[in-house]
């Protein structure tokens, strides 16, 4: 093939959403068979090393981000309907939940609390502006329930985002480890732990680990999120107080 008729293609295919779409599907899958050859090293998570391809990529074919997602929110839409599909596991686990429904209760509050303020003090004390605090604050939700409370408290939804990502993947990296340190073996408290700091990314992570665990991980998911829009707007006055000193 000639390379004027190379060219042609490339240009037909950067053009068309189903680009985005396939690379993305190429790279997780790239991704996921080094993460099984590499007999799951939690250095090689397949989200990590996707996004890293993907990276590539998009630098390499200098080819837009808005571009890239005309093709990539396919897949951004299944977020929806798999985010409901993990109300099949919890509904196994009911049995179980309704023994412990008040000490779930009270973890995911005090995770959220816990998360949303051990972070923004810790980046007050660094230095970091007003703006940079409320985009901090809801880190711990997924990403866009996330990037709504952000905007609605005056934070920057991009910076959010991208937080929430680097969030998830470290919770799902060294979660494990941090379980094994600690002694803790209830699939159920590790599971809520997980949803509650590293939300989709740790969820996936553990339903590798067990459906035990991945369920009560969605359900800390869904309930941290729901919590974090109801409590973290009435902590905005404190960090506008904050920001003073």
């Given at each position: 093939?000639?390379?004027?008729?190379?060219?042609?293609?490339?240009?037909?295919?950067?053009?068309?959403?189903?680009?985005?779409?396939?690379?993305?599907?190429v790279?997780?899958?790239?991704?996921?068979?080094l993460?099984?050859?590499?007999?799951?090293?939690?250095?090689?998570?397949?989200?990590?090393?996707?996004?890293?391809?993907?990276i590539?990529?998009?630098?390499?074919?200098?080819?837009?981000?808005?571009?890239?997602?005309?093709?990539g929110?396919?897949?951004?839409?299944?977020?929806?309907?798999?985010?409901?599909?993990?109300?099949?596991?919890?509904?196994?686990?009911f049995?179980?939940?309704?023994k412990?429904w008040?000490?779930?209760?009270?973890?995911?509050?005090?995770?959220v609390?816990?998360g949303?303020?051990?972070?923004?003090?810790?980046?007050?004390?660094?230095?970091?502006?007003?703006?940079?605090?409320?985009?901090?604050?809801?880190k711990?939700?997924?990403?866009?329930?996330?990037?709504?409370?952000?905007?609605?408290?005056?934070?920057?939804?991009?910076?959010?985002?991208?937080?929430?990502?680097?969030?998830?993947i470290?919770?799902?990296?060294?979660?494990?480890?941090?379980?094994?340190?600690?002694?803790?073996r209830?699939?159920?408290?590790?599971?809520?732990?997980?949803?509650?700091?590293?939300?989709?990314?740790?969820?996936?992570?553990?339903?590798?680990?067990?459906?035990?665990?991945?369920?009560?991980?969605?359900?800390?998911?869904?309930?941290?999120?729901?919590?974090?829009?109801?409590?973290?707007?009435?902590?905005?006055?404190?960090?506008?107080w904050?920001?003073?000193f």
């Amino acid at each position: 093939m000639a390379e004027s008729d190379l060219t042609y293609l490339w240009v037909y295919l950067s053009a068309s959403p189903l680009t985005g779409l396939t690379m993305t599907l190429v790279a997780y899958t790239l991704a996921l068979k080094l993460y099984e050859r590499m007999n799951r090293n939690v250095l090689l998570h397949p989200v990590i090393t996707a996004i890293g391809l993907l990276i590539v990529f998009l630098t390499l074919s200098e080819m837009d981000y808005e571009a890239y997602f005309e093709g990539g929110q396919f897949i951004h839409f299944l977020l929806g309907p798999a985010t409901v599909a993990l109300a099949i596991p919890l509904y196994q686990q009911f049995p179980k939940l309704k023994k412990i429904w008040l000490p779930v209760t009270f973890g995911l509050l005090a995770g959220v609390l816990t998360g949303a303020i051990s972070s923004i003090a810790i980046a007050h004390v660094t230095g970091a502006s007003l703006e940079t605090l409320l985009s901090l604050a809801p880190k711990s939700v997924t990403v866009p329930i996330a990037m709504g409370i952000s905007e609605k408290i005056g934070g920057l939804p991009s910076l959010t985002a991208v937080l929430v990502v680097v969030t998830g993947i470290l919770g799902a990296v060294i979660g494990v480890k941090v379980f094994q340190w600690l002694g803790i073996r209830d699939d159920s408290i590790k599971g809520v732990a997980m949803g509650v700091t590293a939300h989709g990314i740790g969820t996936a992570r553990s339903f590798q680990i067990s459906s035990e665990m991945g369920a009560f991980s969605g359900l800390a998911m869904a309930l941290s999120a729901v919590l974090t829009a109801i409590v973290l707007p009435t902590l905005v006055p404190l960090l506008h107080w904050l920001a003073l000193f």
